[in-house]
Each structure stands twice: as C-alpha cells, then as structure tokens.
C-alpha cells in the first residue's frame, strides 16, 4: 500500500536549535516528492519539489534532501516564524495526479 | 502571476442541506484542479480532479460531487450534507501532472 509517514508528529525548538523532520515513503516508482509549508486555518504553501535520490534544494533556513525511501528537511538556527506544521507529498508513479500526503510535523519555535 | 481564490472561507450548514464551494485560478490557462479534504489528525485527502473543463476524475465514493463548467472555475457540490461531510476544504491547481500543486485558504464546513 502506498504510505506516507511523517516524524515526529510535533517538534518544539529553541530559536537557533537546528534539527530536522523526516518524511518516509512506500511507493515504488516516485515522480516526485513535495514539502509544503500550513499555517493554522491556511492552504499549504509550497516550498520544495524532489524528483530523484541525491537531490537537494534550499531556501533561507530550509534545506530538503531525498534517498530511495526518505527526504528529510533540515532547519538551520529556527525563528519564531518558522513555526508551522510541515507537510510531505509524494507523486504516484500510475498514470494519475494522485498525491498523497503525509499527516504532518508541528513545528514550534520559541524564542 | 497566478491567484487561486475559494469562497466561502467559513460554513455552518444543517445536515440534508446542500452545499457549493466555488474556487477559481486566475494568471493561467487550462490548469489541473483538485478538491481535497483536510480532516483533524489526517492528512490532505484527494476528492476530485479536473484535467481540462468537462473531465473529472474521483477518488473517493462519497456524498460528494464535482463540476468545471469553465476554464479555470471547480466547483464541490452535495444534494444533502452527512455530519461526516464536516472538514477543510481546499482547492488547489498545478501547471500539469506532477508539478507542484499550490492551494487556496480553504474553507471551513461545519454541520450541525
């Protein structure tokens, strides 16, 4: 079955407290794996697109990475403004526009 | 640059009566549309997709409909609400398959 499992489910960090959300996937075959950003009562912001192992990409304190069966973000020396829950998709291989989501890392930073 | 607009962004409805949701894109032009619903402690769920005006794809059987009667406008539709039918509805539209897809606000359902 197709799975998308996020962990942890909260994280609270000291600003400037680096760590990192792991983002762990059962598809075979992946197009692609995407991280966004919600905050409370808002849609998900988009933030990264991963399309194969190895691959990395960056923005400000949020840095994404993917292996055959993971991605995790990474976030260096945290604001209160990262505060957000942090979601994980990924693309089904099928000929579909499937995605599926995982359930998401809470994250709060504290100043 | 492209907009995605959902209306309205809170609902309380009464269980058997109807409902509409209304999102539109605007800045681009024949755009992939989704309906997902967002439930406490789960994540987004995927109800309908639209590759082009008059296709719709489901994913879930449910109490649920979907329409593009135009271009860039999807709407969610139900003939009678459930107490289940309560969540977070979100839109979203991408460029094509398996480019990212970016969301609107939402809208809240509450039944009552």
């Known amino acids: 079955e197709d799975q998308v499992t996020q962990s942890p489910e909260a994280l609270r960090l000291q600003e400037g407290e680096s760590s990192s959300l792991n983002c762990s996937y059962t598809v075979s075959g992946l197009r692609g794996l995407f991280w966004y950003r919600q905050d409370p009562g808002k849609g998900p912001e988009f933030l990264f697109t991963?399309?194969?192992a190895g691959e990395e990409k960056e923005k400000e304190r949020l840095k994404a990475t993917l292996t055959k069966k993971e991605s995790f973000l990474h976030i260096t020396a945290p604001k209160p403004e990262d505060s957000a829950t942090y979601l994980c998709a990924v693309q089904l291989p099928r000929n579909t526009d499937k995605l599926i989501f995982g359930t998401g890392t809470r994250l709060q930073v504290f100043p | 640059s492209q907009t995605i607009h959902q209306w309205p962004a809170t609902l309380v409805q009464p269980v058997g009566s109807p409902l509409s949701l209304e999102c539109t894109v605007e800045g681009t032009s024949n755009p992939n549309l989704y309906w997902y619903r967002q439930a406490a402690g789960r994540g987004l769920q995927l109800l309908f997709y639209s590759v082009g005006i008059g296709q719709i794809s489901s994913e879930v059987p449910q109490n649920l409909s979907a329409s593009r009667p135009q271009d860039r406008q999807f709407i969610l539709s139900s003939k009678k609400l459930l107490l289940s039918d309560s969540g977070f509805y979100l839109c979203?539209?991408?460029?094509?398959?398996?480019?990212?897809?970016?969301f609107g606000d939402g809208t809240r359902l509450s039944i009552l």
């Open positions: 979203a539209w991408s460029v094509e398959t398996a480019q990212p897809q970016h």
């Open positions: 991963l399309y194969s």
